[in-house]
């Protein structure tokens, strides 16, 4: 795997090996000096001396954050643990305490400050790396959506297997049940420090995380082209996505459903009398206008691989899925603290480089019908 980007360099230790690999990545990259971040290791309270070290060597950076690792090698007895403890293993402690959350506090701060950084190009121009972080975005909230669709497809295509097993008197079938996948919005409370970009009118999170606080600002979101989100089914207007607190995502709740629900479901549509033929043919309606959302999705996907593809210097970087098996092999291998949660997170993220490498690979060699069983059998397992 090819390294294609750079998002930041953290530099710690001896000044002259840090300056030798300052020098070398300024002589490749023009503004690194926006992904330079000093690691300040063995600091206290005060601002680290290293920093005027640095410019005397004319080394610029984004930001310093400050640790001190000696808090892990404390004990982790406490006063009622050790009664023999005496004051300076006390003072210890409370010193320990304090470098603890020091470190604490400047890793989540340079995380923060890492997410609002524009990673430097190897490879590409700027304005490709900018088209692929504005794909990158599209093609999540297009898994998010297929999901929705192909969910949707799927009850309505077990409603409508339903009705077809039925006796001609669906009436006197009322209340018979199927079991359906059924999508609820929930959301998520975020930490004071994060921000997102929520549509109020589709009850969706389009960007997150969001660098943009200020609701006025968000036309300058990435979610945003043209005035207008690209992300949520409506494509609104960029001044009905707010910042808050939470953000929205999706519970999969299995419920049951009657015949019933579906009769009247239907019901208000149909002014004539209901038969199981036209409530058959009123869901295949559905399935067709729901079919065609989907590929709408996977069309407007296309739109920005094919102009990724026109303006990028070297087209269809090399793929990280292999590189991301690797990892989740590793982690099998291991088997450390957690491994189950970051395989998890690995084959989420292995799931979305599926899509972004479907959309590229196949979209020009199948047809749109294709393309839809192509991401049933992705996103349905």
Not at 31 to 59: C, G, H, Q, R, W
Not at 185 to 209: A, F, G, Q, S, W
Not at 275 to 289: G, H, R, V, Y
Not at 344 to 360: A, C, N
Request: proline residues 2%; aromatic residues 8%.
């Amino acid at each position: 795997m090819a390294l294609d980007q750079v998002d930041g360099v953290g530099f710690h230790s001896e000044l002259t090996q840090t300056q030798q690999v300052y020098d070398g990545l300024s002589s490749c990259l023009q503004d690194i000096k926006d992904n330079i971040y000093i690691m300040a290791t063995f600091a206290d309270a005060k601002s680290p001396p290293v920093l005027n070290a640095l410019e005397d060597a004319n080394v610029h950076y984004a930001g310093f954050y400050k640790f001190n690792n000696s808090a892990l090698f404390a004990s982790n007895k406490g006063k009622d643990e050790s009664q023999d403890s005496d004051s300076d293993d006390e003072e210890s402690t409370y010193i320990c305490k304090l470098f603890w959350e020091m470190g604490y506090r400047s890793m989540t701060n340079f995380f923060m400050k890492l997410g609002k950084t524009f990673p430097a190009s190897l490879t590409l121009t700027k304005q490709v790396l900018e088209e692929r972080n504005h794909l990158q975005l599209v093609v999540i909230g297009l898994q998010n959506q297929i999901q929705l669709g192909l969910t949707k497809l799927s009850n309505l295509n077990q409603e409508r297997d339903m009705l077809a097993r039925l006796d001609d008197d669906i009436v006197g079938s009322a209340n018979h049940t199927e079991v359906v996948e059924v999508p609820e919005i929930i959301k998520i409370d975020l930490n004071t420090k994060e921000h997102v970009t929520n549509c109020i009118k589709c009850n969706m999170t389009c960007h997150y995380p969001c660098y943009i606080p200020k609701d006025e600002d968000k036309a300058g979101c990435w979610a945003m082209s043209e005035q207008h989100c690209r992300i949520c089914p409506g494509k609104c207007y960029w001044d009905i996505h707010k910042n808050m607190g939470f953000r929205f995502d999706t519970k999969w709740n299995k419920e049951q459903r009657t015949v019933q629900e579906l009769l009247d479901r239907y019901e208000k549509a149909q002014k004539g009398k209901l038969t199981k033929e036209s409530i058959i043919l009123s869901i295949e309606q559905d399935i067709n206008e729901h079919a065609n959302k989907v590929l709408d999705m996977i069309r407007e996907a296309q739109k920005h691989v094919e102009h990724l593809d026109d303006i990028a210097l070297k087209p269809n970087p090399l793929s990280t899925k292999e590189y991301i098996e690797l990892m989740i092999e590793s982690e099998k291998m291991q088997k450390r603290h957690n491994f189950g949660k970051r395989i998890q997170m690995l084959q989420k993220i292995k799931d979305e480089v599926s899509v972004f490498q479907g959309v590229r690979g196949n979209f020009r060699n199948h047809s749109g019908e294709g393309l839809l069983k192509y991401f049933q059998d992705l996103m349905i397992q």
